[in-house]
């Protein structure tokens, strides 16, 4: 993986603009919030007024949580919430210039939300909550404490039917009520704005429309003033300040044009954060091997050699495929019936398979999965362990035969669960939308499109413009590329040509 190019600092007329809010990941006591947000790298980085952008945390984070000084050891110092893959929430005490002094273990099963965000303080006692939204669109409010070894109570139930959003995000004080706000984001670009109550059992007021057309961002997240910043596919972002009563002002861009492209996830993000896969391998007849990474802009970064030239060249390999989770894939190769992953050789008797898909993570535990065909159709599930390895396979099902593409990387119904995408030989593409249970991991396939057999190669390269969904690639038999973005549950943008040549690889994943 490369390094990360993280954009320039804040500015100093958007650090000015927050100055009158309570800031929540105010690192260098000066009362603003600074930028803190995942490179392309994986890291943590964050940049303050008088210094640019540095490593914060190197670790695997789903979300990234500030929620200011909940009272540790130093004062005035803000705390941090991150989720990592694995369902665990940590808390990282005192933040300031040189990095995070502790971290305390909060407690594991957080994997059952796909949002975890801070709408800043929602009962009046000057700590910032915690709002979470399950996979199935419940939301639940988590109190702040005071106590960082036990830092939120037990969840209080607001509701159902957030899943009708595909951004949530934390406002702070939208209103100048001394409330925390929500804005969240429909699928028809809609913004709503939910005033905060004060009331725990009720926290939020009715919904208010404020704004049409957001659609065009892949990333909203609060600007730390009570209003809100919004990211478009070029990587430009814009400000949007408040008025005062959760409407938003017309939208001003903040730096240069694209100076923050190479983002993946900022923290407090109303998006889903998307993990695994986000690239395409692609091989040559001569045996060269080549990785195009996406770029957070909706396109393929340009290639760089895989090992080295003709590296693969006589390799007999039969399938090559994706797995992993974070922003780090692993290449999983059949040969001669042994599976190899990263060189590491797994084991043998993988001959039996036509097929293998590397989808991400299908059962919830953080860790990459593959997916094998045999013969027959049978489709089978193998649940990696954390040392490179496999537990006993679980027959899905058969019937799988029909189809000449098997592809999938990321979240095609915008619930924060890997799915998977089949083509049949007469070109009808259908959904497997994921369940999170590795024994029965897919529901009844969804017809979602149909003449996809104008395409020679299908190819899932996960998130191509950094909005959580998964996206979708098809390459023409001349060689021309197509790509699909996910633009709400079940659907794909209409395409956009973006590559020609790709008829030069004969393999492709």
Known sequence: MAAAQPPLRASAETT??????QALFDMDGDGLNELLYRGVDGELYATTTDRGPYALYTGSTIDIVPIGDQGGLYARTPELLTVSEDGQLVLHEDAYHSGVRERHVVGGGWQVYNKVVSPGDVNNDGRADVIARTHEGQLYLYL?????????????????????????????????????D???????GTLWFYAGTGNTSRPFA???????????????????????????????????????????????????????????QFASSGSISHTGKNEVLATTPGGSAYWYKTSTTGKLAPRALYLSEGNWKGFPYFSVSSTGTSNVSAVALVWEGRLTINDYLIGGGWGIYDHIVGPGDLSGDGRGDLL??????????????????????????SGWGVYNAIVGSGDYTSDGRKDLLARTTGGD?????????????????????????VYKRLVAPGDLNSDGK???LGITPAGELYRYLNTSPSKLSPRTKIGTGFQIYNSMT
């Open 182 to 188: 929500l804005y969240a984001r429909d699928f028809n």
């Open 144 to 180: 702040a404490t005071g106590t960082l070894g036990k830092p939120l109570g037990t969840r209080i139930s607001v509701g159902g039917g957030w899943s009708v959003y595909d951004q949530v995000v934390g406002a702070g004080d939208a209103n100048g009520d001394g409330r925390g």
């Open 16 to 21: 000015a603009e927050q100055a009158t809010s």
């Open 429 to 453: 593409l259908y959904l497997y939308a994921g369940t999170g249970n590795a024994t029965t991991p897919f529901k009844s396939r969804v017809k979602i499109g149909s003449g996809w057999n």
């Open 470 to 472: 998964g996206d979708l």
């Open 206 to 264: 009715t919904r208010k429309s404020v704004g049409t057309g957001w659609n065009i961002y892949n990333q909203i997240i609060p600007s730390g003033n009570g209003g809100l910043w919004a990211r478009d596919d070029t990587g430009t972002l814009y400000d949007y300040a408040p008025n005062g009563n959760g409407t938003l002002a017309s939208r001003k861009q903040k730096g240069a044009v694209g100076e923050w492209a190479d983002v993946t």
């Open 372 to 397: 094998a065909r045999d013969r027959s159709g049978v489709l089978y599930l193998y649940r990696s362990k954390p040392d490179i390895a496999f537990e006993t396979r679980i027959r899905i099902g």
